[in-house]
């Protein structure tokens, strides 16, 4: 198994551009999520899905978008970035229970992406 | 006030201390989670928890769930673990949202 990987690694916009973070995961997951990780500050949840069709938002869910159309893969675009949102970005998937409990999560290796 | 703190925010010691990262947390969990995260790599989970005390290792974790705390420990500690263990929890069953703690930054000197 790959396990969780995104694409791309490094990522340079220039204020206003769009682009879309890509993240997947060949564990049969049914939860996935986005995090932005700032110095001084813990993670930060900003979008996440219990399964595919099915997201919501969370922390900080300004300025992105994301979309969950196969069990595999959620994408997070950026609308239209904006120095502030220069930050590392992890993806996330784990298992999700419905009647209860808590799994193991896995992430990604992260997408530095510098707003200039 | 966050509602998950982790101590000491940087912690350094010398190869085989054994290292103690608290974290305490302010509401109802239904699970805690140590994670570790090396210089400029990916994030690692070390421990998912939601009572007693779980090895690995040289690792140990424990949790109080009536005290809302939780310990991770490192045994007979090495260079290699210099990195940064994050404490995370789970807000509620079938909930795998996670709130993070900053991290403990933790440096061993050969």
């Known amino acids: 198994n790959a396990g969780v990987t995104q694409t791309p690694k490094f990522q340079v916009l220039k204020t206003g551009q769009s682009m879309t973070l890509q993240c997947a995961q060949d564990?049969?997951?049914?939860?996935m999520s986005w995090y932005r990780q700032d110095p001084g500050m813990g993670l930060r949840l900003i979008h996440y899905s219990v399964g595919a069709g099915i997201t919501d938002q969370g922390e900080v869910p300004n300025g992105y978008n994301v979309s969950r159309s196969t069990t595999e893969d959620f994408p997070l675009r950026l609308l239209s970035a904006a120095p502030s949102q220069t930050s590392v970005y992890f993806c996330?998937?784990?298992?999700?229970?419905?009647?209860?409990?808590?799994?193991?999560?896995?992430f990604g290796p992260g997408t530095r992406l510098t707003v200039t | 006030k966050n509602e998950v703190e982790q101590s000491p925010q940087n912690l350094t010691a010398q190869e085989g201390e054994f290292i103690t990262i608290n974290c305490s947390y302010s509401v109802g969990i239904s699970a805690l989670h140590w994670l570790q995260q090396h210089p400029g790599g990916g994030i690692v989970s070390l421990f998912m928890?939601?009572?007693g005390k779980k090895k690995h290792g040289r690792l140990i974790a424990t949790i109080n769930i009536q005290e809302k705390h939780s310990s991770l420990h490192i045994t007979a500690s090495h260079p290699r673990d210099s990195a940064v263990y994050i404490c995370a929890v789970s807000l509620s069953f079938g909930n795998e949202k996670l709130t993070f703690g900053t991290g403990t930054r933790l440096t061993i000197i050969p």
């Open positions: 996330a998937s784990s298992y999700s229970y419905p009647s209860g409990g808590s799994y193991e999560q896995y």
């Open positions: 564990m049969n997951h049914e939860y």
């Open positions: 928890l939601s009572s």
